[in-house]
């Protein structure tokens, strides 16, 4: 293991739990602490039923304000369970992935989405309990309601784990899902006070005797549709998503079950560097590859932001914005590397068209920030939004601020290195995870259009 000091934020009991969180193989070949397998005892269990009806609401319009886009338009299996753009157009878009557009009149969107839609692997893995680039939502009772979220104390009771709480925000944000005031009765609603939006999308579940029927069936315990719930929508998500895209078939988890050959010479050799002198593991740690903390590597701002309330500038202050810690200012989840070759643009913000760009980041951050490319960002053209695409840059305090922001220690490594260890990022390709348990419906209890492809990733095409 390398050694502690190279973590900059890393505090004894942090590093006691990142030691423990990987298991020395004696018997490895490599010699190097290598995570221990994943098997599916690993994950949280789901309910058949519940993950079934859970794909159809994935799919379903009928969870935004507008009935114009559901959380597969952004979590799209042809996108690796993200959306190919560095930062995404919620509703008032139309279309997928990079082909997306804003519609013009009325419903045109009034910001981009501040930041990279995360994929979705293995979110019942039993290490999940935390959620977004800023960890705004994550198992802890200071409300009294089982989870810290920004929906406070008025976060409903008995959301079964930390991926339940996350489904009900998407749908109480108006740039994502819900809409303006005066676009529909969701939008309205939250206005009112954020939670009021989830009784009127259960008035619109109601309203489908199919979705009904399903509900009914799947939580035996209601006796009267009346009673059913946003918990038992955002349980159902949940168990979808634990269902779906569980993702430990890569080449890296044969290798790890014994399978030597399942590594090319150039993947064992970034392997090597990864939980060796690179210092990967030390954030990109455990069997999904992250510690699930937070760390500012640096990566140049791009859009709205994220600010903490009340702050109008376009920055994102990433875990500060939650925390409201100034040492936390900047600094974002480490995410899981699992299928990370499939889900680009890369970082909180996506500021990097290619892997390699984001690996030789993390390697001279200060350098990288100082000559990044702003030609590489994939966003939808949207004239009335551009302007504030780079607007921070000519921020002469906030920029040194960002510049100055960093966690991570620089690392010296030749062309060759770089390029194996992102032959080792592409053996965590598990292409088979895509496809699913359930796949994409053919059709939506609402009857609305469904936003999805069939169509793979470039690098899982036969
Ligand atoms: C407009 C695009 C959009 C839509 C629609 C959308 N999401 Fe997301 N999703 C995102 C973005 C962007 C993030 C990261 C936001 C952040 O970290 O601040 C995210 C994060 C998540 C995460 C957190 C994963 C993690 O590892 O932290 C989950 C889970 C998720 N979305 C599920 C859903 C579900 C379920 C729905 C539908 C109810 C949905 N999303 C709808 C864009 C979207
Ligand atoms: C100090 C902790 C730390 C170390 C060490 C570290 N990373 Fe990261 N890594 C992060 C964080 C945090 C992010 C997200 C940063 C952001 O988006 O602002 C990240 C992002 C990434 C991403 C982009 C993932 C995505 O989905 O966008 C890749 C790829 C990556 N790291 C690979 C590596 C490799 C390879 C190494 C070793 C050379 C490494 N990391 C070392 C913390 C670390």
Excluded at 106 to 130: C, E, M, Q, Y
């Amino acid at each position: 293991m390398i050694q502690a000091a190279r973590f900059k934020t890393c505090t004894f009991i942090a590093c006691g739990v990142l030691l423990g969180a990987s298991v020395s193989h004696a018997d490895q070949p490599s010699g190097l602490e290598l995570p221990a397998p994943i098997s599916a005892s690993d994950f949280r269990p789901f309910d058949e039923k519940r993950a079934a009806l859970g794909q159809l609401l994935f799919y379903d319009k009928i969870l935004s304000g507008n009935r114009n886009i559901a959380c597969s338009t952004c979590h799209a299996v042809a996108h690796g369970t993200s959306d190919g753009l560095s930062l995404g157009i919620g509703e008032g878009g139309v279309g997928l992935g990079p082909e997306r557009r804003v519609v013009s009149g009325p419903d045109h969107p009034f910001k981009r989405v501040p930041r990279n839609a995360t994929s979705l692997f293995n979110l019942g893995h039993r290490s999940i309990d935390i959620m977004f680039h800023d960890g705004r939502v994550s198992a802890d009772d200071s409300y009294g309601v089982g989870f810290n979220s920004p929906v406070e104390e008025w976060l409903p009771e008995g959301l079964q784990s930390v991926v339940a709480a996350q489904a009900l925000m998407p749908v109480i944000s108006k740039v994502e899902m819900a809409g303006q005031t005066d676009e529909n009765e969701l939008a309205a609603a939250i206005n009112r006070r954020i939670d009021q939006a989830w009784p009127a999308i259960v008035a619109r579940i109601l309203a489908v005797p199919e979705y009904v029927d399903l509900f009914m069936e799947a939580y035996s315990e209601l006796s009267d549709a009346r009673d059913i719930s946003p918990v038992h929508i955002a349980n159902a998500l949940d168990d979808f998503q634990n269902a779906e895209w569980r993702s430990f078939s890569s080449p890296f988890d044969a290798y790890l079950a014994g399978d030597e050959s399942a590594l090319s010479d150039d993947a064992r050799a970034g392997m090597a560097l990864f939980y060796g002198d690179a210092g990967c593991a030390d954030c990109h740690s455990g069997p999904l590859l992250t510690d699930q903390d937070f760390h500012a590597l640096t990566l140049p701002p791009l859009g709205p932001g994220r600010n903490r309330r009340f702050e109008h500038i376009a920055r994102d202050v990433g875990r500060m914005s939650e925390s409201d810690l100034l040492e936390d200012a900047y600094r974002f989840r480490t995410p899981s590397l699992r299928n990370v070759a499939m889900t680009g643009p890369w970082g909180h913000n996506g500021t990097f068209a290619t892997l390699e760009g984001i690996v030789r980041h993390h390697l001279d951050p200060q350098k990288s920030f100082d000559e990044w490319d702003r030609g590489q960002v994939v966003l939808t053209p949207a004239p009335e939004l551009e302007f504030v695409d780079f607007v921070i840059w000519e921020d002469s305090r906030e920029m040194p601020r960002q510049r100055a922001a960093q966690d991570i220690v620089p690392v010296a490594l030749s062309d060759a290195q770089v390029g194996e260890i992102v032959a080792f990022l592409d053996a965590l390709t598990d292409c088979d995870a895509l496809s699913g348990r359930f796949g994409i419906p053919v059709s939506v209890p609402s009857g609305l259009s469904i936003d999805a492809s069939a169509e793979m990733p470039e690098l899982c095409k036969p």
